[in-house]
């Protein structure tokens, strides 16, 4: 019997303008899960946290990612899985990539690495897919490789691991409303006009070279999304004036994080990200929302082994 | 009286994915104009080369970027235009921008440099206006500054100057092919798919991201145009057979210049520029088509003075 303890980042996708294809990866808050591989033919999957999660594990994101490996592998072979912690489903930080991608990394351990990064995120993709009925990379990839990446495209898949500003400080709130993930798709046009699309990609353009060339006034000013965000921020109470509050306390920019109800401010200084994350809990307070504040780096680290035993 | 002799680049917009906000200046290629600066209050505009251009001064497209510049810094003079080299129109390598590159940097330059370089962009978009029917900056900026530019977005003006790959050939053909800009504009859909849309701007992330990190391998799988290449690529006969002999030949890339109906293949290596210019010219030679074929390097250098007297 082999045992692995892996955790996985939450992550923030989008990052405004860039739709399907960028993310980021949290520091600190996460899933955890532990599994063990031993001799046989079968998937158990336990709860330990509070969070309720489905009981039937066809319905559970880890699923779909352990037989992806099995299958890649050519394997067959008893897995058990531990959930230890959990990020809320539907909070909109990457809840089914943050599994996925624990599951995918810790089988990808537990048969000594056969698969390079790219194929982890492959297989994590499939727990996306069951969770949101697409094959999205923009958490599982950067909730596996950490940083902030760029899916340069699907076919095949090509990520790109962006530099991560020096200090770059991300404040998110989950406020307690549910938005399902296939809604919040659902109710985005199948045809977007011409113009804003380009404004859309000279604005994808304008993040990725403020990234590279350490320029975080152009990553602030390029974070706009003009294609999802007219639709989605009606969801999220109060969003434009909590924009105003955050952009005059001197956050870099906020956004919705994927597709929401999370929102998020970035800015290269704590003391910014402190207030950023006071006036986010104030403002849902006051409407009388419930949410969860996380202050947290962006990291560099991705999903990592923080315990093994074979 | 002053008098200046300018020279401004030939240039490429759109680099495959970056429609409309991406631009490279070109080496050598390009218009060269003189400008007096007298005491008084007019406009001549002479051409001296053997290209046919309007002689109706309201027509061509130094006109309106004179009298922009003169507008912003609240001047009257008269001013006497010289054209003694032209990119022939329609070529669809920034004919109508070298113009008027030329004419707003050489008025820059007699009146002692009042604007940035930004706001000579402004002053030479009023001649793509007038050309197209649109402030499009995407051939203006390159060839008043040089090098690769991104336009991240137009309102304010914001452009941002990518590094260019050190040894960046690109081998460019113009087919004797009447392509009117308006009537390759009008071609376009008002609307299009989402997942399209998506699929450009995981491009031209890719495109700012190899270009900042020198991964020329990443440059040309991202140089992909899925929104406007299916539409203007009927306009140039053999388009897709010219392609696959230039990818076979080594080249990165092959795409519209622009509008069309040139295209260009870029390269890292001189040997692989060479024989791109021969394909493009055997291409069209075999289909009884006319062109002109340059090859030519990737230009930092942008408009600039080639004569100056006082």
């Known amino acids: 019997m082999k045992k692995v303890r892996v955790f996985a980042p939450a992550s923030i996708a989008n990052m405004g303008c860039g739709f399907d294809v960028i993310g980021l990866a949290l520091d600190e808050v996460g899933d955890i899960l532990e599994i063990t591989a031993s001799e046989g033919d079968g998937l158990t999957i336990t709860n330990e946290t509070d969070v309720p999660l489905p009981t039937d594990i066809e319905k559970n994101v880890i699923t779909p990612v352990v037989r ?19 990020i809320y489903p539907g909070s909109g ?78 404040a998110v709130t989950h406020p307690h409303i549910v938005v399902n993930t296939k809604e919040a798709r659902d109710i985005l046009p ?7 699309a380009v404004s859309q990609w000279g604005n ?24 999802a965000e007219p639709y989605r921020k009606h969801f999220i109470p109060g969003f434009d004036n909590l924009r105003s509050k955050l952009l005059s306390a001197g956050a870099l920019a906020m956004n919705i994080s994927g597709s929401g109800p999370s929102v998020f401010a970035l800015t290269d200084r704590h003391d910014v990200a402190q207030r950023a994350g006071w006036i ?20 560099n680290k991705g999903t990592k082994l923080c315990g093994v035993s074979i």
Chains 1, 2 share one sequence.
């Open 68 to 86: 992806k490996f099995l299958q890649i592998v050519d394997k067959k072979a008893q897995i058990d899985v531990t959930i230890c912690q959990k």
């Open 93 to 170: 930080i990457g809840s089914s990539a943050a599994s996925s991608a624990a599951a995918a990394y810790g089988m990808n351990e537990l048969f000594g690495c056969p698969l390079t990064d790219e194929q982890v995120v492959l297989c994590a993709m499939e727990g996306e897919n069951l969770a949101s009925g697409g094959y999205h990379a923009d958490n599982a990839a950067p909730a596996v490789m950490g940083g902030i990446v760029l899916i340069r495209g699907y076919e095949p898949l090509d990520i790109i691991q962006m530099p991560v500003p020096g200090n770059f400080y991300c």
């Open 190 to 196: 199948k045809e977007v006009p011409l113009h804003d």
């Open 204 to 227: 994808v353009g304008g993040l990725v070279a403020g990234l590279y060339s350490g320029n975080i006034g152009l990553v602030g000013r390029a974070m706009k999304d003009v294609i």
């Open 280 to 299: 986010m809990r104030e403002h849902f307070d006051k409407l009388e929302v419930q949410c969860e504040v996380y202050v947290v780096k962006v990291s």
